[in-house]
C-alpha cells in the first residue's frame, strides 16, 4: 500500500503566548555571549554562539537528480540541474580551543548558489542562495525557546560546570533537567536531558564519515519532512583518516579533513525523510527520531567535492565571514517548529553582531567564486 504523507499545512505548528518575550531575551544572551567571545575565546575574534570552531571552507556542487518521485520533486528538487555549493565543516560547541575539549557534535552548513525565487530573510531576499545548517544527529536536544533560556545558559557554561569533576557534573544534569529550578516537576526536561546525553556519546569520527540532519522538521513542498545529508557509501569506503583521537593532537579533525580532500573526490547524498504519522513524526518535539521504517529516506540530489588544497589561512578566513542560517530558503522550504522559529532571528542577530564586531563586511555572496577564487 502506497504511504500517505502528512500534507504541510499552517496549522501544524503550535504557537507559544511568550515566544516574542522568550526570544528577545535569548538574542540579547547571545549578543553578550558574541561580544565576552572577543576575549574570551582566545582567538581575539568574536565567534558565534554555536559552531564557533570551524574545520574547513570547502568547494563543490549540488546535482539536483532526474526522476524523483513527484512527492519529493518539490521546491528547489522539482528541477534538475546542478549548482555551485560551498561547505563549511565545524563543530557544534560555542567554544572554540582543543578539539578535546569541544565534544565530538560536528556540523555541516551548505550554501547552494543560484536557486531562484525570494528567501525567507527579509532584509535578502534575492540573493539567489540556500542553505542548510544540518548537525550530526537526528535528534536535538531542546524542544522551545522557553527551554532554550535555561539551556542556552548551561550550553555556554558547561566547560565551568564539568571542569569541575563529578560534583559540577551533577549541577549541570540537576539544573538542566529541572530548568535551573523553574520547571515543575511533572514538566522536567527528562527527555531534552536524554536528547543531550545521546548526543555527547556521538564517537568521533572524520567529519566525512558523518551524516547531517536538519535539526528539526522542515515544509517540503506540499509535505513535511527532515533532510539528511549523507556520506555516499562508496565515497566513504575510500576515506583512509577514519577515526579520530581527540586525545592525541589539540588539531585531529581539520588535519584530517584536510588530507582527505587534497588526495581525492567526496560525495554526499542528500536526502528526504517525508512525514507520515504526525504522532511518531512530531514537528513540534526533537527529541523524537522518526522511524525509518514509517518512510525511508530517499536521495533527491548529490553534493559533491572535488579534489582540493583548503589547508592555507586564508581559507579559515573566508570561512569566518559567511553566514549560514536554515532560514536563507524558498518558502516551500521553511524550517518547522518552536525552536525552529526562534533560530530566525537569533541566527541573524549573531551574525550581524559578529560580524560588527570583526569589521567584516556582512554581505550574502552571489556565487562561490565570490568567495574562493
Known amino acids: 500500500m502506497a504511504a500517505h504523507f502528512v500534507p504541510y499545512t499552517r496549522d501544524i505548528e503550535d504557537h507559544e503566548a511568550h515566544f516574542e518575550h522568550h526570544l528577545q531575551t535569548v538574542i540579547e544572551k547571545t549578543r553578550r555571549f558574541i561580544a565576552g567571545s572577543v576575549t574570551a575565546s582566545g582567538t581575539g575574534r568574536a565567534v558565534r554562539d554555536a559552531h564557533a570552531k570551524g574545520y574547513g571552507l570547502v568547494r563543490g556542487h549540488v546535482e539536483i537528480l532526474t526522476g524523483i518521485p513527484p512527492e519529493y520533486a518539490q521546491g528547489i528538487y522539482a528541477t534538475p ?30 550554501k547552494i ?18 542553505d542548510y545548517t544540518n548537525i550530526n544527529a537526528p535528534i536535538f536536544f531542546c524542544n522551545t525557546v ?27 544534569f540537576t539544573e538542566f533537567v529541572t530548568g535551573k529550578g523553574t520547571l515543575d516537576q511533572d514538566d522536567w526536561a527528562w527527555d531534552e536531558l536524554l536528547a543531550f546525553l545521546r548526543l555527547s556519546q556521538i564517537p568521533p569520527v572524520n567529519v566525512l564519515l558523518s551524516s547531517y540532519w536538519t535539526m528539526g522538521a522542515v515544509r517540503h513542498g506540499e509535505h513535511i519532512a527532515k533532510v539528511r545529508i549523507a556520506p555516499d557509501p562508496l565515497s566513504a569506503e575510500t576515506v583512509v583518516h577514519r577515526a579520530i583521537d581527540p586525545t592525541s593532537a589539540p588539531e585531529v579533525y581539520r588535519p584530517a579533513l584536510l588530507a582527505e580532500l587534497q588526495e581525492r573526490p567526496y560525495t554526499f547524498d542528500i536526502q528526504v525523510q517525508l512525514c507520515t504519522d504526525l504522532e511518531r513524526m512530531p514537528v513540534e518535539d526533537t527529541t523524537v527520531e522518526w522511524p525509518e521504517q514509517l518512510s525511508p529516506f530517499v536521495t533527491v540530489a548529490r553534493l559533491r567535492l572535488q579534489r582540493q588544497d583548503i589547508s592555507g589561512q586564508d581559507n579559515l578566513e573566508k570561512m569566518d565571514a559567511l553566514s549560514f542560517t536554515p532560514w536563507r530558503v524558498t518558502a516551500e ?28 563586511p556582512r554581505t550574502e555572496p552571489r556565487s562561490a567564486d565570490d568567495v574562493l577564487k
Open 146 to 172: 522557553e527551554h532554550y533560556l535555561f539551556i542556552q545558559d548551561l550550553f555556554l557554561n558547561a566547560p565551568d560546570y564539568f571542569s569541575q569533576g563529578r560534583p559540577g557534573a551533577h549541577r549541570f
Open 81 to 110: 540541474g546542478t549548482h555551485d555549493a560551498l561547505v563549511r565543516f565545524s563543530n557544534g560547541s560555542p567554544h572554540a580551543g582543543a578539539d578535546a575539549r569541544l565534544g565530538s557534535a560536528t556540523g555541516l552548513a551548505l
Open 113 to 130: 548558489f543560484g536557486i531562484s525565487g525570494p528567501s525567507l530573510l527579509e532584509d535578502e531576499p534575492d540573493t539567489g542562495t540556500f
Open 333 to 360: 522550504h521553511a524550517p518547522l517548529g518552536n525552536i525552529m522559529r526562534a533560530r530566525k532571528e537569533v541566527y541573524r542577530q549573531s551574525s550581524i553582531e559578529r560580524h560588527k564586531l570583526n569589521q567584516q
